[in-house]
């Protein structure tokens, strides 16, 4: 198997088979706490399959992420009480992060769910009595890009160490990075598969019109059939024709059930053909969905990249790259909310380039998460890159917002382009 066929096996396994959200990975792998002690102190007296609240918080979105489908965990997050309507696929994300630590809230049926889902994965590692074992049957599952059913099985095995978890996390997290890379194979794959599905439907047409056809033909020829024995009947055979007339209806018995044959066979190629035209039509549509996802994806990035030439043009306008600046954002105090530690002191140069003053808050990793409604009542404008930063910042910065009656602005990334472009947008005179 080349490199590129088995990246877009792992990453087509990630998406599990097609179904399901690709996982977001907040913090960028920091995962201090693996098991929650209490299980740590239980495992050792009566060794037994981890529970999902046992797990570390930060390993819930992992789980979620890659472990379930959007359908069966917006029908979990229903069962357990919350408003899942209009909720969008990174809400229903973040509430399924959310409830995965409260067993009372939601976190059991989530874990049965799972245990459902992945009963087969689950049978196969608990055959594995120690760690390297069990380390052994997640390389053969990366090996054939099963990812979803052997990660659950490995991080909650009674034989897992905090070590192997950590090792399969660090996994997981960089593989959901190669999704992005499987967009132009996804779209050329469903080019295919249009082609596929139109070369089938004319062949559904075709045989369609051969079985009608051949219907006609058949019950034209049983009336004929039918007609003649009839009139033979009726004008009454001399006793010496008794042998052709028994001829005469073997020949017919022969030929009814010869049609009769024929039919089975044209009426089975049709309900082969609707099958396979069938499953064709919904790949299709999952394959549709992927592409129409990517190209959102695509024409963000293209408005990042635009809004950042736009700005550099400015700036080499004029020499002095100090008098460039459009300083249309003076006395506008922005909230940034997550990213990355390292990358502060570039966010707020390009916010003082502009004229803006940055507020920040980690979202929680070592700040306190009740600075944050300080913070929202002192901005003008929120924002928070969507690959970094906890759901729980995420959901408490939405409710504040909103009750503050202040926009946020959901990045695209914590890339510096995306904060570049964001602030662009925002000193537009527009």
């Not at 017919?252 to 059930?257: D, S």
């Amino acid at each position: 198997m080349t490199v590129v066929s088995r990246l877009d096996l792992l990453t087509l396994r990630l998406k599990g088979g097609g179904r399901g959200p690709v996982p977001v990975m907040p913090n960028f792998g920091v995962v201090p706490t693996l098991v929650k002690p209490s299980r740590q102190e239980a495992a050792l007296s009566a060794p037994c399959r981890t529970k999902i609240w046992e797990l570390s918080n930060h390993l819930h979105c992992s789980i979620v992420g890659t472990c379930l489908s959007t359908a069966e965990l917006k029908q979990i997050v229903d069962k357990a009480g919350f408003t899942v309507a209009d909720a969008s696929d990174h809400d229903l994300h973040g509430r399924g992060v959310q409830i995965a630590s409260q067993p009372e809230g939601g976190a059991k049926l989530l874990h049965k769910a799972l245990d459902k889902r992945h009963r087969v994965a689950i049978a196969q590692f608990d055959k594995a009595k120690t760690v390297d074992e069990v380390r052994m049957l997640w390389r053969d599952a990366v090996g054939r890009g099963d990812i979803p059913g052997a990660y659950w099985s490995t991080l909650t095995h009674a034989a897992a160490t905090s070590e192997l978890i950590r090792e399969v996390f660090g996994e997981v997290h960089m593989l959901s990075h190669l999704v992005g890379a499987a967009n132009r194979a996804d779209i050329r794959r469903l080019s295919e598969l249009e082609a596929q599905n139109a070369e089938l439907q004319d062949t559904l047409r075709r045989q369609q019109a051969q079985l009608r056809e051949g219907f006609t033909a058949r019950d034209a020829q049983i009336q004929e059939l039918s007609t003649l024995l009839s009139r033979r009947l009726a004008e009454g055979a001399p006793h010496d024709d008794a042998e052709a007339v028994a001829s005469e209806k073997a020949a017919l018995t022969r030929l009814v059930r010869d049609l009769d044959r024929r039919l089975t066979q044209e009426q089975s190629r049709r309900t082969g053909a609707e099958k396979r035209a069938s499953d064709l039509a919904e790949e299709l549509r999952l394959e549709r969905e992927a592409r129409a996802a990517a190209e959102r994806r695509e024409a963000a990035m293209h408005e990042d990249i635009e809004a950042v030439e736009a700005s550099l043009a400015s700036a080499a306008a004029t020499e002095d790259a100090a008098q460039a600046a459009p300083a249309s954002l003076d006395g506008l105090t922005v909230l940034y909310v997550g990213g990355r530690p390292t990358q502060l002191v570039q966010l707020k140069a390009l916010s003082e380039r502009h004229g803006a003053a940055i507020l920040h808050h980690d979202g929680g990793i070592e700040d306190r998460s009740g600075l944050l409604a300080g913070l929202v009542s002192r901005a003008d404008v929120v924002m928070f890159p969507v690959d970094c930063v906890s759901h729980e910042a995420v959901l408490v910065v939405k409710r504040l917002c909103r009750n503050a009656t202040k926009p946020y602005v959901a990045l695209r990334s914590a890339s510096l382009s995306a904060f570049s472009a964001a602030i662009h947008r925002l000193s537009a005179p527009t």
